[in-house]
């Protein structure tokens, strides 16, 4: 009753017959202050709060998104030391200092959210991209870029800009920094470095970087999602000796190693470029995506590797350049990719090799008894269209059930004998098979110019293939399988 009582007295209009009049509280929100005004306020804000801010309210994020300010700055196309003049050149480099400092000075005291610069390296830079560094990280800086192509991009003892670890330190200045992506740059730390807390993404291509240089800098990034190594000559073993746990994207692409070892827990996608070096990843999750590109080595080589190396993916992209084909046997290999369901095969072949194609291709396919979906694209040099000359005879082929394999899709058809001959061992022996696709245009290289001398492009050639391919298949084929022959 007592409260009842209360509650109506407070609701009522009138006490003593005297009115009440309730003050309206103004209708003024921070997101109507001026932008100046809302931006110094963010500006004065930890990088911590304003994340946590955007993530609850849609009105925080407008506000950082017109006081969080996204520079990039490209020199101009042509300005270059080999093709100016020194009196040109000079001007260039000058004017493009002049306008970065200009968009820096105006920007001062505000949020700056990503900063990168394209440019052509000169000694004259130094102390400006020293300044350009110290002004991102105080602007708190999520992402920062620096590519600084060489003049000479075929040298690798070029002069590299020296990043300015001691403009950094370990406090609260580095803790937003998330990316950083370095070209042409000499990435040094100090031994006692603490590392980027916060560092999410590591992108460096030609960056003068040691295993010892690495381990330092990945000390401290517990957060690390995405690190690249592009041509950055490590020349030696990549092993680092604390594990990676929130890595989901790792690519080493000719780095001069000899061994890739590493404890990471949910690695998403693998990629890697160079000559066939031992690789363990040990991980707690299956690999999904790995994509491999082997130099100079045998089939039997490289699939023997990532059995040993990385058993559990379940997407391959396997190429290798200038391969040497060797009828060689993996059908003694306990090993199997016992995760692996779709098989990518980027293969270019010659005349000469044709006829251990299937063999090849039999051989790997044992090793990865699972899989669901196979493609095969060819880049042939010469002149392959001969199948429809002589017998084809797929016997001698070891017999072998696909018992899951489901679609099957073949580029660069030439009608070469191998080629058929391994089409119609996978006819007879993938009872699961749904749809078979073989196209009679090169896919691999389409975009590049590479041998375009030597690739039979004659339309002629290509029907004669499609005619002879469709004919022989479809005697041998199901009438569930859908076949389709471009």
């Known amino acids: 009753m007592i409260n009842n009582t209360v509650c109506k007295r407070t609701s009522s209009n009138r006490i003593s017959g005297k009115p009440i009049y309730k003050k309206a509280r103004p209708n003024v929100k921070l997101e109507d202050l001026p932008q100046d005004l809302l931006c ?55 004017k493009f200092i002049n306008n970065v400092n200009t968009a820096v000075q105006k920007c001062h005291a505000k949020l700056v959210e990503e900063f990168n610069v394209r440019f052509e390296f000169d ?30 991009m075929r040298r690798t003892d070029v002069d590299r800009y020296l990043f300015p670890f001691h403009l950094l330190d370990s406090g609260s200045n580095m803790s937003h920094l998330q990316c950083i992506q370095l070209s042409f740059v000499s990435f040094r730390p100090p031994s006692e470095f603490r590392g980027f807390p916060s560092l999410r993404k590591l992108d460096l291509q030609f960056v003068d970087i040691t295993i010892k240089d690495l381990e330092v800098i990945l000390s401290n990034c ?74 100079k080595a045998t089939y039997q080589d490289a699939v023997s590797a990532l059995l040993n190396g990385i058993p559990t993916m379940q997407n391959l992209t396997l190429q290798i350049t200038r391969p040497q084909l060797e009828v060689q046997s993996l059908l003694n290999n306990t090993c199997k990719f016992s995760h692996l369901r779709r098989l990518q095969l980027l293969m270019s072949i010659v005349a000469e090799h044709i006829e251990k194609l299937p063999h090849v291709l039999v051989s790997i396919l044992r090793a990865a008894p699972f899989i669901e979906k196979l493609e095969i694209h060819f880049a042939a040099c010469g002149h392959l269209c001969f199948a429809n000359k002589g017998t084809l005879g797929n016997q001698h082929l070891q017999r072998c059930e696909y018992t899951y394999l489901k679609s099957m899709h073949m580029t660069g058809y030439k009608g070469a004998r191998g080629q058929l001959e391994f089409l119609l061992h996978i006819v007879e022996n993938a009872p699961a098979l749904e749809v078979l696709t073989v196209d009679t245009t090169q896919r691999l290289y389409e975009d590049e110019d590479v041998s375009v001398n030597l690739i039979c492009r004659k339309k002629a050639c290509s029907e004669r293939a499609a005619l002879h391919a469709g004919s022989c298949l479809s005697e041998k084929l199901s009438p569930k399988v859908k076949l389709c022959v471009m």
């Open 222 to 295: 517990y957060n690390l999602g995405w690190l690249s190594l592009v041509r950055c000559f490590l020349n030696g073993e990549l092993k680092l000796g604390r594990p990676l746990s929130h890595l989901r994207h790792l690519t080493v692409v000719y780095c001069k190693v000899t061994r890739i070892e590493l404890h990471v827990t949910k690695l998403v996608t693998f990629v890697y470029d160079g000559p066939i070096v031992p690789i363990v990843i040990t991980q707690h999750s299956k690999l999904e995506n790995a994509h491999i590109q082997f130099f």
């Open 40 to 94: 110094t306020i963010v500006s004065k804000l930890p990088a911590k709060d304003i994340s946590r801010a955007t993530v609850l309210s849609s009105n925080w994020r407008y506000i950082c998104g017109i006081c969080c300010y996204k520079l990039c700055f490209t020199g101009a196309t042509g300005c270059c030391r080999d093709t100016l003049e020194r009196k040109e050149y000079l001007q260039c480099i000058h």
């Open 123 to 152: 000694a004259m830079l130094v102390d400006h991209l020293n300044n350009w560094v110290k002004f991102a990280v105080s602007s708190q800086a999520k992402s920062i870029a620096f590519y600084l192509r060489p003049i000479n």
